[in-house]
Antibody
Framework: QVQLVESGGGVVQPGESLRLSCPASGFTFSTHSMHWVRQAPGKGLEWVAVISYDGTYKFYAESVKGRFTISRDNSKNTLYLEMSSLRDEDTAVYYCAGDQVEKTIRGDAFDFWGQGTVVIVSA | QSVLTQPPSASGTPGQRVTISCSGSSSNIGFDYVSWYQQLPRAAPKLIIY???QRPSGVPDRFSGSKSGTSASLAISGLRSEDEADYYC???????????FGGGTRVTVL
């Protein structure tokens, strides 16, 4: 079955950087768009970024544009999120999510989700 | 303030029908498909409706979705205690060039 396992979360200070990873299994990773979605404590879901199945297209939420970079390594079946210049408001559970429809540029829906990794930005 | 507007809460007794609205604009709901997600307490979200009204395999037919113009809705019929959760709508916004979520609706089974 589909499995997404996020890792790399932790406690960092404002201005620091962090890299999240999401190895995938149970489906053909290289033909599916992938997303990062976050949820601040006690808040709703916020989409962060999406990358097309081949890595050509990337879209970001305005709140992270210029600070976060989404990438993927299809040879390793792994999704990444490089986060820099972290702010207090970036504190959240970060989920990776995949789209069931194959070969889309920005995804069709968030069909499957990992369990999330916690990022805390605090001085 | 979310781009997609949902009521913060909804409730019903077991067996009742509950409907959750999701209001958007011509650049998101009016432009593309709507999907819905259920998030049980302390769990990751789960897709329950995609492409406006389609149900993934394994999702009970008590859950149904619809869309008209710039609004969408999720209906839960035959409400059960295990339906108590937060529900979110989502759509691609072509003006923002990104995905947007509704603020979420907490469903309580009385």
């Amino acid at each position: 079955q589909v499995q997404l396992v996020e890792s790399g979360g932790g406690v960092v200070q404002p201005g620091e950087s962090l890299r999240l990873s999401c190895p995938a299994s149970g489906f053909t990773f290289s033909t599916h768009s992938m997303h990062w979605v976050r949820q601040a404590p006690g808040k709703g879901l916020e989409w962060v970024a999406v990358i097309s199945y081949d890595g050509t297209y990337k879209f970001y939420a305005e709140s992270v544009k210029g600070r976060f970079t989404i990438s993927r390594d299809n040879s390793k079946n792994t999704l990444y999120l490089e986060m820099s210049s972290l702010r207090d408001e970036d504190t959240a559970v970060y989920y990776c999510a995949g789209d069931q429809v194959e070969k889309t540029i920005r995804g069709d829906a968030f069909d499957f989700w990992g369990q999330g990794t916690v990022v805390i930005v605090s001085a | 303030q979310s781009v997609l507007t949902q009521p913060p809460s909804a409730s019903g007794t077991p067996g009742q029908r509950v409907t959750i609205s999701c209001s958007g604009s011509s650049s998101n709901i009016g432009f593309d498909y709507v999907s819905w997600y259920q998030q049980l307490p302390r769990a990751a979200p789960k897709l329950i409706i995609y492409r406006n009204y389609q149900r993934p395999s394994g999702v009970p037919d008590r859950f149904s979705g619809s869309k008209s113009g710039t609004s969408a809705s999720l209906a839960i019929s035959g409400l059960r205690s295990e339906d108590e959760a937060d529900y979110y709508c989502a759509a691609w916004d072509d003006s923002l060039r990104g995905w947007v979520f509704g603020g979420g609706t907490r469903v309580t089974v009385l």
